[in-house]
């Protein structure tokens, strides 16, 4: 089985622009979950896409948006970026249920200048 | 305030001894998972528990969730450098799906 991939691995950016980071889930996934991990700190929950909408959110401004697709793939959008989104962001696919854990991709290191 | 918190938040040990590192909330959760990650890579999944008083082992680690389902303890027996990396507990505020909570992990470093 596929494991969950996210594109690119590393991106610079700067301030002000927007960013568009891909997550392709584990085969036969259905849910998707977006988290930000900032340096030594856990995982920061964004917010999870079941059936192509969002089911969930965390403590994240608008500006952090996001995108589940037919084929269970995911987009996170940042507009308007700020130097505090420096961050390692990780995707992780599961299916729905108490039981089940979450599969994490590598994440995409994205810094902002 | 932090809803979920981890003690040590770092540990550094030799090789062959044991250790055990704390998950603990103010907070009733449906499910707790405990993950590791490596530098530059994205947690892995050990265990997940869901009954109050659980325990569950997997090789020379032990997982137990407390009674109240609100803490949790990991403890690994004669570590080894491959068991390095970083020590993450989640907790699901969700009772039907996934909604997990991260705390902020223990950093373990076992010297050779």
């Known amino acids: 089985e596929t494991g969950v991939t996210q594109s690119p691995t590393h991106l610079i950016k700067t301030r002000g622009q927007q960013v568009t980071l891909r997550c392709s889930s584990q085969?036969?996934?259905?849910?998707v979950s977006w988290y930000q991990q900032a340096l030594g700190q856990g995982p920061q929950f964004i917010f999870q896409y079941y059936r192509e909408e969002e089911n969930g959110r965390g403590n994240f401004p608008p500006r952090f948006s996001g995108l589940q697709f037919p084929n269970y793939s995911s987009e996170l959008n940042v507009n308007a970026l700020e130097l505090d989104d420096s961050a390692l962001y990780l995707c992780?696919?599961?299916?729905?249920?108490?039981?089940?854990?979450?599969?994490f991709g590598s994440g995409t290191r994205l810094t902002v200048v | 305030t932090q809803l979920l918190e981890q003690s040590p938040q770092f540990l550094s040990i030799q090789e062959g001894e044991n250790l055990t590192v704390y998950c603990n909330s103010s907070s009733v959760f449906s499910s707790l998972q405990w993950y590791r990650q490596e530098p530059g890579e994205g947690p892995v999944l050990l265990v997940t528990?869901?009954?109050?008083?659980e325990v569950k082992k997997l090789k020379r680690l032990t997982f137990q969730f407390g009674d109240a389902r609100k803490d949790s303890s990991l403890h690994i027996t004669a570590a080894q450098p491959g068991d390095t990396g970083l020590y993450l507990c989640a907790l699901n505020r969700d009772n039907y799906g996934q909604n997990f909570v991260f705390g902020p992990g223990t950093r373990l470093s076992v010297l050779p």
């Open positions: 992780a696919s599961s299916l729905v249920g108490i039981n089940y854990g979450y599969t």
């Open positions: 528990v869901v009954t109050g008083g």
């Open positions: 085969s036969g996934h259905n849910t």
